[in-house]
């Protein structure tokens, strides 16, 4: 089983930092390809970025091209969002899941979902 729990994310202003993790507490995670979507207020939840099962295959949504960072530790059980150069537009509720098919952009390809932690990026 697979339960995902977000961490990191908070109140920054235009062109700061933040790390999030994601941390799951199963026996299996180094056999999921794992992605961060996030869900602004009236908007689709989008994709972010997703890596592999071996972190080899990295993929990202051209908006955040350049500015954020998706890195894993299997031996922690831990995926890693690093985000620069943060713009208000990327102010979201940003969720970690989990999924068995390799580098998916498609929210429905992934089975667990965390709850999700926020990130408000101010002007």
């Known amino acids: 089983q697979v339960q995902l729990v977000e961490s990191g994310g908070g109140l920054v202003e235009t062109g700061g930092s933040l790390r999030l993790s994601c941390a799951d507490s199963?026996?299996?995670?180094?056999?999921?390809?794992m992605g961060w979507f996030r869900q602004a207020p009236r908007k689709e939840r989008e994709f972010v970025a997703a890596?592999?099962?071996?972190?080899?295959?990295?993929d990202y949504a051209g908006s955040v091209k350049g500015r954020f960072t998706i890195s894993r530790d299997n031996a922690k059980n831990t995926v890693y969002l690093q985000m620069n150069s943060l713009k208000p537009e990327d102010t979201a509720v940003y969720l970690c899941?989990?999924?068995?098919?390799?580098?998916?952009?498609?929210?429905?390809?992934?089975?667990?979902w965390g709850q999700g932690t926020q990130v408000t990026v101010s002007s």
């Open positions: 899941a989990a999924t068995l098919r390799l580098g998916s952009q498609s929210q429905y390809d992934y089975t667990y």
């Open positions: 890596i592999s099962r071996s972190g080899g295959l990295i």
């Open positions: 199963g026996r299996t995670f180094s056999s999921y390809s």
